[in-house]
């Protein structure tokens, strides 16, 4: 038996809950280490095997008793306090839609825009942005001619 598997023994040797196996005994009587672990360990056992637990407060479950019943009549007594919440949410969200949608002005991007010079690339985009419909006709009449073009020669 190794070091390794002989501590992973101890605490259940130090606890009573497995006999001492006749090669842990060998191994504890061979190794300095691991016999002085052991020795610390089972003084660690009988000290915790000394030790009480403290007593309760006599009157804890007076006490107790006491406070639930406190908490029991703070709930019954708020069905009020249950109601007035949700309604007070729910109204809140219905002035904020209200307010949304009597405000005017919409998005920020409606506002005036100031008109670039043209021939700078921000006139050119704001051109393009603003002919968009005209554009793509164009577009669809050379596609148009494109088509005229070709029957025309077959």
């Not at 038996?1 to 605490?11: A, D």
């Not at 006999?19 to 000290?47: G, I, P, V």
């Not at 019943?69 to 209200?98: H, N, Y």
Request: charged share 25%; glycine share 6%.
């Amino acid at each position: 038996m190794n070091c390794r598997e002989t501590s992973e023994l101890m605490p259940d040797l130090a606890a009573g809950i497995s006999a001492m196996t006749k090669e842990a005994r060998e191994h504890l009587q061979s190794c300095a280490q691991c016999s002085e672990e052991w020795k610390a360990l089972r003084k660690t056992m009988a000290l915790l095997d000394e030790w009480q637990a403290p007593e309760p407060s006599p009157y804890f479950d007076v006490r107790l008793r006491a406070r639930l019943r406190e908490e029991a009549a703070k709930e019954s007594a708020g069905w009020l306090q249950w109601f007035r919440k949700p309604t007070l949410a729910i109204s809140l969200a219905v002035l904020m839609v209200v307010g949304i949608t009597l405000v005017p002005g919409g998005s920020p991007s409606s506002g005036p825009v100031a008109a670039a010079e043209p021939g700078t690339a921000v006139g050119d985009l704001q051109a393009l942005d603003k002919n968009h419909d005209l554009y793509s006709e164009l577009d669809l009449l050379d596609d148009l001619q494109v088509q005229h073009d070709v029957t025309a020669n077959q």
